[in-house]
């Protein structure tokens, strides 16, 4: 091995005794021979009487036979290029274990080598970098090419002992780097090599850290920490450890350093488990708004960190923060569209990540406070007027969130921003009373013509391309949007039958969401309490609609592999669906309203999987948990997450199942008649349609065959009056095979 990796294969058959000699000082060992070639290669034809000197003069009881070899090696090279070399090998130390440093980042880093190699600023420094690069691969010190290199660990062990000697060690080289690797992030000519300073910042962060320095007092970590790149800010913070941060925020709050609590806060906000964001999110509003008292007065800084905190508040699906619905919650909102409205135009940026974030954190608090408005997170009092004075807000939002699609750089927030672009049309469809006052009110405004923008959104998405991206690199809050499923209830809506398919494709997306979400949490990566979004709220509103469908086997397979479902089956999987309750639990005292309840969702489950049973429900285990005719309408009037969203009403599942199974059809007669007696702006539309449709069902068993035609006349103009075509097309198949001998 020796005499090979000197280029003196033929020497192989009759080595001379300085090889055979030497072979002995390297102790035989893999790393240290190819190493002592390439010394055969510097000492050329000198080799046979300078080599064995130069290793036994290096050996030491103090070091290893690697170390011995590679500090002989360096003795070798040329005294021209020794400081450079030497330099560089130092250098190299910085990088973590195994890792592959492209040629180009040594080139970003050649001044920082030649100033450690005492040439100062020396010009043309990248191609010195390069020679005395050549010369460490030449010499066997580094593996790889001009592209890329590695280092053995044994080898990284003398280069970090080196590191060491060096003015200011191994932090103050770290130091260095870091600087360097950070400034080079920012420039956008070397965007090529943003992926690897992303995977190594957090390396570098963990060793630049300054004994007994805080890091309020260090400026160095603080710029990395406040950078207003997402990935960076969560790779310095892991490098840092967020309970180092934590700790750090809780002395800046002790010392009133109320910026730096503010900046780290955001920092661990952003790095945090989506369970923990808004504690921390809390934490550094709180010290942004103790430093408008102390410092009088808001700068461009602190509404930069405002900017990024407003969204992690209000979206991070947590009880540990701030009260959805409380007067905190909308003081915060009506903060975020002010500072929205404040927000630079986004209409001539090219696609990036920093634009897109510019963009998405307009479009996200106009559309805050247009849900906010509709109902959707606490309770406000429904009428057409709340609507009508809504609606300008919604159609903002959607105008936003297009222009986020424009600037989206990859497909993760290009879909997230489509979703958000149309997702009022299908998760608010109290919305939809509007149509009935005619054309002013259009929702195909937001979801294009024929919904062509669901449509195209399902057509792209694609969860093994984006979702580990979304939840992994904190696009917009880890939330993979796409899952909430507003696209699908749209276009059924208000296309009908014609694109059912369309539809079963963006169900068949999800429930293959579904599955690979299992595995990640069966794998212990992720708890369901990380996909709040996704399925606290996706779920009923996904099942809903292929129910509505009549796409039977689809919500038996729902049921397989859902949140709600695993919930019904599995008491650790109900105690989490539990704990998620309080997060939209806001509860208007004066009238009663609240947010949702654990024992609602999984009536609307178990109604749902009971009406798909196969071979049908067991009436006497339907009678065990079926609730009464009081408690389901108490669901539908108080309980804004099935009065403000779309969804199957428990109600109008439970109804059928008394008379389908029980044939109590006098409890479904009042379910639905009661329903109806409700103002039908407090209730959503849909459910009204299908309350129509259920009181028909039940004057048809119970014999009237007249009012049942009436109630599903009823339920056909208010069909058409709301443009629900697939309700239209429903009604109209139903008063057609109404007979005379009761229902069908």
Not at 304 to 319: F, H, N, Q, T
Not at 608 to 628: F, I, K, N, Y
């Amino acid at each position: 091995m020796l005499l090979t990796s000197a280029g003196l294969s033929e020497l192989i058959t009759s080595p001379p005794p300085a090889a055979l000699e030497a072979v002995e000082c390297c102790g035989r060992l893999a790393l240290a021979l190819p190493i002592a070639g390439g010394m055969i290669r510097e000492l050329e034809d000198v080799w046979q009487a300078e080599l064995v000197p130069m290793l036994k003069e290096e050996l030491s009881d103090e070091l290893s036979t690697e170390a011995t070899i590679v500090n002989a090696s360096l003795r070798c090279v040329d005294k021209k290029e020794k400081a450079g070399v030497d330099a560089l090998f130092a250098i190299m130390g910085v990088f973590a274990e195994d890792e592959v440093v492209p040629a180009a980042v040594l080139d970003v880093l050649a001044p920082l080598v030649c100033k450690h190699a005492g040439l100062g600023k020396a010009s043309r420094a990248h191609l010195k970098a390069r020679k005395w690069l050549q010369t460490l691969l030449r010499s066997s010190l580094l593996s790889g090419s001009v592209v890329g290199v590695s280092v053995h660990d044994l080898v990284r062990e003398v280069m970090m002992s080196r590191a060491e000697l060096l003015d200011g060690g191994m932090v103050g080289l770290q130091r260095e780097v870091l600087t360097v690797l950070l400034g080079a992030y920012d420039d956008a000519a070397l965007k090529a090599l943003q992926s690897f300073i992303l995977r190594s910042i957090r390396h570098h962060a963990a060793h630049a850290l300054l004994p007994d320095q805080p890091l309020a007092k260090d400026a160095l970590l603080m710029a990395l920490l406040g950078h207003t790149e997402k990935e960076l800010v969560v790779s310095a913070v892991v490098g840092i450890g967020l309970a180092r941060v934590d700790e750090e925020i809780t002395a800046c709050e002790t010392g009133v350093m109320w910026l730096a609590a503010a900046v780290l806060g955001l920092a661990s906000a952003t790095a945090a488990p989506l369970s923990d964001v808004a504690p921390m999110a809390s934490r550094a509003w709180d010290a942004i708004r103790q430093l408008d008292k102390v410092e009088g007065g808001e700068t461009e800084q602190t509404r930069a960190i405002e900017k990024r905190l407003v969204p992690k508040i209000l979206y991070s699906g947590s009880d540990k923060g701030v009260k959805i619905g409380s007067p905190e919650y909308l003081a915060i909102v009506a903060r975020g569209v002010k500072l929205g409205a404040d927000g630079a135009t986004v209409d001539a940026m090219a696609p990036s990540v920093a634009n897109f974030d510019v963009a998405y954190g307009k479009a996200n608090a106009v559309h805050t406070e247009a849900i906010t408005g509709l109902g959707i997170f606490y309770h406000v009092p429904k009428s057409l007027k709340q609507l009508q004075a809504t609606w300008p807000k919604v159609v903002a939002a959607a105008r936003d969130h297009t222009k986020a699609v424009l600037v989206a750089p990859d497909l993760a927030r290009t879909i997230h921003a489509a979703t958000g672009e149309v997702i009022c049309v299908g998760q608010c469809p109290n919305l939809h009373w509007l149509h009935t006052l005619g054309e002013e009110y259009d929702m195909f405004e937001i979801i294009g013509p024929a919904a062509s923008k669901n449509r195209l959104t399902i057509e792209k998405y694609d969860f093994d391309a984006i979702h580990e991206k979304i939840k992994t690199e904190g696009v917009s809050l880890a939330i993979d949007i796409y899952l909430m499923a507003p696209n699908e209830v749209s276009l059924l809506l208000f296309c009908g039958g014609e694109v059912l398919e369309t539809c079963k494709k963006g169900w068949q997306n999800q429930l293959y969401a579904l599955t690979k979400i299992n595995e990640i949490i069966a794998a212990g990566k992720r708890k369901w309490s990380d996909y709040y979004f996704e399925c606290y709220w996706g779920d009923f509103i996904r099942a809903s609609a292929m129910y509505e469908a009549g796409e039977i086997a689809l919500v038996r397979e729902w049921l397989e592999v859902s949140m709600l479902g695993h919930a019904m089956r599995d008491p650790t999987v109900a105690a989490e669906v539990e704990a998620m309750v309080p997060i939209i639990n806001f509860k208007d005292e004066a009238s009663g309203h609240i947010g949702s309840t654990a024992s609602s969702l999984m009536i609307f489950t178990k109604a749902l999987a009971a009406l798909v049973q196969e071979g049908g429900a067991d009436s006497e285990a339907l009678r065990a948990w079926l609730p009464d005719v009081d408690e389901l309408l108490q669901i539908d009037e108080l309980e804004f997450f099935w009065n403000g969203q779309y969804g199957a009403s428990p109600s109008t599942l439970c109804g059928t199942l008394y008379g389908t199974v029980l044939g109590e059809w006098d409890k479904t007669l009042s379910i639905a008649e009661r329903l109806l007696a409700i103002d039908k702006f407090k209730i959503t539309p849909p459910t009204r349609v299908n309350a129509w449709r259920l009181l028909a069902r039940a004057r048809g068993n119970k014999g009237d065959t007249a009012a049942a035609r009436a109630a599903l006349e009823s339920a056909l103009s208010e069909a058409r009056s709301l443009r629900y075509v697939w309700h239209v097309e429903c009604v109209e198949k139903e008063i057609a095979v109404l007979g005379g001998h009761g229902w069908p």
